[in-house]
């Protein structure tokens, strides 16, 4: 299976159009949530639009700075895996949107151990995890200040059940690819400034790439 993963769109159309534009060299497109930027359901469609209309499978997440009415859009074009597990060609995903706690307070947050109880109850052995926050503690979760901001939840779910990826976001400056035990997390980059991630299951490979 082939994968196009992408992350923080925050309402740039533009870019995700152009990156439709290729999407026929992949098999799903997972999208680890910040679609809009603090818009709504409404604005989110649109922006996957493009997306949608290659007729690939998608599955997303929200992110925190997606309106309240996001979630509710996703689940209604059939395309959420918030809290939940979806099997695509035999390679289940589960998914948890929204960011830890921050200081913020952001649209969608959720205590840590509200994290790791849903990914826990969720998971089976093998599956890959699409989440927005990154996992604590690592140069995925860190901030331009150098302050670790990603889920600790996260982090403890990983270390237990070493899922072989997890796909995330949030942290902008976070871009880039990390090993937690034999678990491979990555951090596309935002897509709006063009960053995205290309994962091919069959040998493990992930390359981060730009849109020309």
């Known amino acids: 299976m082939r994968i196009l993963a992408i992350t923080d769109i925050h309402g740039n159309y533009s870019a995700v159009k152009a990156l439709a534009k290729g999407v026929q060299d992949f098999d799903v497109i997972l999208v680890a949530g910040d679609i809009t930027h603090f818009g709504k359901g409404r604005e989110a469609e649109r922006i996957l639009s493009p997306l949608l209309e290659t007729k690939k499978p998608i599955l997303a997440v929200m992110g925190n700075c997606d309106g309240k009415d996001v979630l509710e ?25 929204g960011s830890n706690i921050t200081p913020f307070s952001t649209i969608w947050e959720f ?47 990983i270390e237990e059940e070493q899922p072989p990826i997890c796909i995330c976001g949030h942290i902008h400056e976070g871009r880039g690819i990390e090993r937690i035990g034999e678990t491979i997390a990555i951090n596309p980059g935002p897509l709006s400034r063009g960053y995205y991630a290309v994962i091919d299951l069959e040998g493990l490979d992930v390359m981060l790439k730009k849109i020309s």
């Not at 859009?73 to 949107?97: A, M, N, Q, Y």
């Not at 826990?120 to 331009?144: E, Q, V």
């Open 111 to 157: 205590p840590d151990d509200v994290i790791y109880e849903s990914l826990k109850r969720n998971y089976k052995a093998g599956d890959l995890i699409l989440t927005h926050a990154p996992p604590y503690g690592t140069k995925l979760d860190k901030t331009f200040s150098g302050l670790h901001a990603g889920s600790r939840g996260l982090r403890r779910f």
């Open 73 to 97: 859009t996703l689940e209604k074009l059939g395309i959420s895996v918030h809290d939940r597990r979806i099997e695509i060609r035999g390679v289940g995903i589960v998914g948890f949107g």
